[in-house]
């Protein structure tokens, strides 16, 4: 819609009509305005799926792969695919605005919502989101760049200043977002943290760069209550606070415009703003579309979609001869680890959603030899980590007998003021409960043994728990935050033991009293006497000694990678890493598949026959990953991020403020680039990963001079020299040995993937973009490029280069001449099926 047709529209409100329209509605929704035709703009959550303005688990979703495992696939056509499922979902749900993708970057291995951000780099991050970003907005419906900017880690994150240089600032933490106002992107979400010095919602880069600069022309809303004043984010360029009706610009911005501190033009422009994004969801009178409202989540379409998702993701670090495994050839497949039965298929905090169901590993092996070979699973010791809430599967509503838990709502009398049986004890009571004093929630759990089990109640306010009428925990949790996350979504567990005897019923009663601010989260969980450890690991060892191959499965618990939170540590626990070792002595046919969303430490890699890395994968984990074990789907995944062999080893690792403030002194220096910088090898290279084939780089094409703003093309000729069709990311880097400027060692620069048969021939055409030549002179305030000789480096990771030759940048003029470049010649790479990382041959390659 017209400029000139939007500014008609605001002529015909009045201030408090503006004001309101920038101010949330509600916790989810913007405002309407019939005078001018525009209903509200409905919110939700991504980017794993669309959860929809309810926290309901009776209202499920489609639950894709985290966004790591995404940046894991390094493939831009498949994440626009699951972009326009995004949108699919948002349609179903009545969904405008999608609250995704997420573009902060793993700059600590320890940052605890890793699993929302794609990758360590600018440049792989930049192009996976905006892909995402033309896959939702291609079907109308808004995605939304977050979080603006440098919102890296989680620690203090609604008050923390980041320190940042400038160069830094701009090369590497900036640079996605920049990618995604190139892309068309509709929303760009100001972060809760402060950097330099300015919170972000008042921030000055909200006008420059990134609606000046680089011409954004949609609405910068804040994080949902990251605006604390009403004159410094609208005069900042903020357009939009969310939540409401209750904001610090509900009264406060239309009195900072009568008292002159904010001009009533600068409101305008907010509006024209939010008008704009009105007509692109069509949400204006002359805009309005019927949507397609059709279910998308359990589709056959969206399940192969989801499940060909995960085998792309999947990042194969070794394989020693084990993988794939031959269904026809195995009698007994031993399925270890309580993750194989209940894996994590998402992160924990605001973008959780409820799926229909979701496939396990074990679910997924059985499946795929049914008929045909034996599975037998032992679960080994239990994981450290907190109780699970309640589910169906365990417990039964104490009125109606069906499974499932009782929730209540109650007057300070203990009179029953609303009830109805829901799913799981994980639960946000119901909005707007007149007179409401307490939550109540009860079950009848069915416990599977007797002994001593622990129970738990998480949220905020006096909490008691009953186990057939003994009370066996009563506390009083202070709210002791402001975080939305912790208060809604994930408040603090206080967990109790109790002597269950025998296998019959035991009604549990849970209550929390409610207070002013205490939030709407209630948790009522349980989790059975953990087994003798030692009983278990035996267990487990047997059945891995009896069978013709293994599959374990090891991760990270629910409260160990989640929003709100930063890890302390990359440990597994003690247990899963005695559980692989001894499974993988057992038995030298042990794949062990790690089930996290961003680095762990693994000390046992170099024991076990093949180790995969599977993220947190969906809805469709275990169908996606039997495809990957038995050979349907390669392996697809490369490494997003570097994975140190140990949290000592990493060069980068704080999260924790000091007095307030967190130093990136790292400076342009995060993932492989500060490992290469500081001449360390870690685990797995950025960019690693196997197939079940191998690949020879037989020659490369690159021009040798190229005049300053050119795009480069480097032309890689491979051959698949296994005996199976395969994939392989070709990955260019470049550096600058000579630099007047400080550089990294080398850095990402382009990618592109090829296919072949057996024995085929593929050529990748990697287009080096003017952009990653570039430097941003703090000096002049503008990007540079500095002319002279580059180096050009082809390789399968950032570890080592499979080639090498130069580029020479003219500053002006100059020529682009197609010749081939003899660099330091061509290696053949082994392809890795021995463990390493195809980055260490030395076949004779070739250049032209």
């Known amino acids: 819609m017209r400029d000139d047709t939007l500014d008609r529209l605001i002529e015909k409100l009045d201030l408090a009509q503006k004001a309101r329209l920038v101010t949330g509605a509600t916790t989810w929704r913007t405002a309407g305005e019939e005078a001018i035709g525009l209903r509200e703009i409905v919110c939700s959550d991504g980017p794993a799926g669309v959860r929809g303005e309810a926290w ?57 919502r890793h699993f929302e951000c794609f990758s360590e780099d600018p440049e792989l991050t930049a192009r996976t989101g905006a892909a995402l970003i033309r896959g939702v907005q291609a079907r109308g419906v808004a995605a939304t760049a977050k979080h603006f900017v440098a919102n890296d880690s989680e620690t203090d994150r609604l008050g923390v200043d980041v320190r940042v240089p400038e160069r830094a600032l701009r090369e590497v933490y900036l640079a996605p977002f920049e990618a995604a106002v190139e892309a068309g992107v509709w929303l760009v979400m100001a972060g809760y943290n402060g950097v330099n010095g300015t919170t972000m919602t008042a921030h000055p880069l909200l006008a420059d760069p990134l609606k000046g600069e680089w011409g954004f022309d949609g609405v910068a809303v804040s994080d949902w209550a990251a605006v604390r004043t009403a004159e410094e984010p609208a005069r900042a360029a903020l357009d939009l606070a969310m939540p409401g009706p209750a904001s610090p610009w509900a009264a ?129 010791p239990s994981p450290d980590g907190p109780p699970a809430p309640l589910d169906t599967g365990r417990c039964t509503d104490p009125r109606s007998g069906e499974p499932g838990v009782l929730l209540r709502c109650l007057d300070a009398t203990g009179r029953e003021l609303y009830a109805e049986r829901r799913l799981t004890g994980r639960l946000l009571e119901p909005e707007r409960v007149p007179g409401a004093h307490t939550v109540e929630i009860s079950a009848l759990l069915r416990p599977e043994r007797a002994g001593e089990w622990t129970f738990g109640v998480g949220g905020f306010g006096r909490l008691t728990l009953t186990a057939d009428g003994r009370t066996v925990l009563d506390v009083t949790c202070p709210l002791d935050t402001d975080d939305p996350a912790l208060v809604h979504v994930t408040p603090p567990l206080r967990t109790a033991r109790a002597q269950v005897t025998g296998r019959r019923p035991v009604h549990l009663v849970a209550r929390r009293e409610l207070g002013p601010g205490t939030g709407r989260a209630t948790l009522l969980c349980a989790a059975p006497p953990p087994r003798d450890p030692g009983a278990a690991l035996a267990e487990a060892v047997d059945a891995a000694r009896r069978a013709d191959a293994v599959v374990v499965v090891v991760g990270t618990t629910e409260h160990g990678e989640t929003e709100g939170h930063d890890r302390t540590d990359l440990s597994l626990g003690g247990l899963q890493d005695d559980l692989v070792r001894a499974v993988a002595a057992a038995n030298p046919h042990t794949v062990a598949v790690v089930n996290s969303g961003g680095p762990v430490e693994l000390p046992w890699r170099a024991d076990v026959g093949a180790l ?195 580029l020479v940048v003219d500053a002006t003029g100059g020529t682009d001449g197609t010749g081939a470049t003899r660099g330091t010649g061509a290696t053949r790479g082994t392809g890795g099926t021995d463990g390493s990382d195809g980055t260490g041959g030395t076949g004779p390659g070739g250049t032209a």
């Open 56 to 112: 309901d688990e009776r209202r499920t979703s489609a639950l894709l792969p985290s966004a790591s495992a995404l940046g894991a696939t390094w493939d831009e056509r498949l994440v626009e695919r699951l972009g326009g499922l995004l949108a699919s979902e948002a349609a179903r749900k009545g969904v405008d605005v999608v609250l995704a993708p997420t573009l902060n970057l793993h700059r600590s291995p320890l940052g605890g």
């Open 252 to 380: 406060g911005l239309v009195r900072a415009v009568r008292d002159g501190r904010v001009p009533e033009s600068a409101v305008d422009d907010k509006v024209r703003r939010l008008l704009r994004l009105a007509s692109r969801v069509g949400a204006l009178a002359d805009t309005r579309r019927v949507r397609e409202r059709r279910g998308t989540q359990g589709g056959r379409g969206t399940r192969r979609l989801l499940r060909r998702a995960v085998a792309a993701g999947t990042v194969l670090a070794s394989n020693r001869g084990v993988l794939p495994l031959d269904a026809g050839a195995l009698r007994t497949v031993a399925v270890i680890g309580a993750h194989a039965a209940s894996p994590r298929v998402q992160g924990g905090g605001s973008a959780g959603v409820y799926p229909s169901g979701a496939v396990t590993p074990l679910d997924g092996i059985r499946a795929h030899l049914r008929g045909r070979g034996r599975v037998v699973y032992a679960p080994g």
């Open 612 to 806: 995969l890395l599977a993220w947190f994968p969906g809805q469709e984990a275990g169908a996606g990953l039997a495809d990957v074990l038995f050979g349907r789907r390669e392996p697809g995944g490369r490494l997003p991020t570097t994975w140190a062999a140990s949290l000592a080893d990493a060069p980068v690792t704080d999260t924790r403020p000091v007095d307030g403030r967190l130093a990136y002194t790292e400076g342009l220096h995060i993932g492989h680039r500060a490992w290469l910088r500081a001449g360390r090898e870690p685990a797995y290279w950025f960019g690693h990963g196997l197939g079940y084939t191998t690949w020879a780089y037989e020659r490369v094409d690159a021009p040798p001079r190229v005049p300053a703003g050119a795009p480069v093309t480097v032309r890689v000729a491979l051959r698949n020299t296994g005996t199976r069709p395969g994939r392989e990311v070709v990955q260019v880097y470049l550096s600058r040995p000579a630099s007047a400027v400080e550089r990294p060692v080398r850095w990402l620069a382009g990618y592109a993937a090829v296919h072949a048969e057996a024995g085929g021939g593929a050529v990748a055409d990697v287009v080096v973009a003017p952009r990653a030549l570039r430097y941003w002179s703090v000096e002049d305030g503008c990007w540079r490029v500095e002319p002279g000789s580059y180096r050009l480096m082809v390789g399968r990771s950032a570890g080592a280069p499979e080639w090498q030759g130069d």
